[in-house]
């Protein structure tokens, strides 16, 4: 099993940026891939983004390329999601999830494991 704790959601104008943290705890995610999503009211679950523990390489939805930097701390069993030049359309709820595989999954479904979210309101 593995646990997912999110962390550092909150308001923020547009233009700013905020860090999302997501620890990890139980079994070692060294062989794992993480994956960042996000929901909106009314709206599907949507890949922000994604990190193989191991290699480090990451990708990210067309939508963040450029904005978001997914990153991961060894020693903290902690992931990351640097968010900068947020945008009103950024605003949802943002989940880790995690799943023992080498190729990040790009839809939630492939996922075994979640955290519980954490809100993230971008102002105009």
């Known amino acids: 099993q593995v646990q997912l704790v999110e962390s550092g959601g909150g308001s923020v104008q547009a233009g700013g940026s905020l860090r999302l943290s997501c620890a990890t705890s139980g079994r070692t995610v060294s062989s794992y891939a993480m994956g960042w999503f996000r929901q909106a009211p009314g709206k599907a679950r949507d890949f922000v983004g994604g990190i193989n523990w191991n290699s480090g390489r990451t990708n990210y939805a067309d939508s963040v390329k450029g904005r978001f930097t997914i990153s991961r701390d060894n020693a903290k069993n902690t992931a990351y999601l640097q968010m900068n030049s947020l945008k009103p359309e950024d605003t949802a709820v943002y989940y880790c999830?995690?799943?023992?595989?080498?190729?990040?999954?790009?839809?939630?479904?492939?996922?075994?494991?979640w955290g519980q979210g954490t809100q993230v309101t971008v102002s105009s």
């Open positions: 999830a995690a799943r023992a595989t080498t190729v990040v999954p790009t839809t939630s479904g492939q996922y075994n494991y």
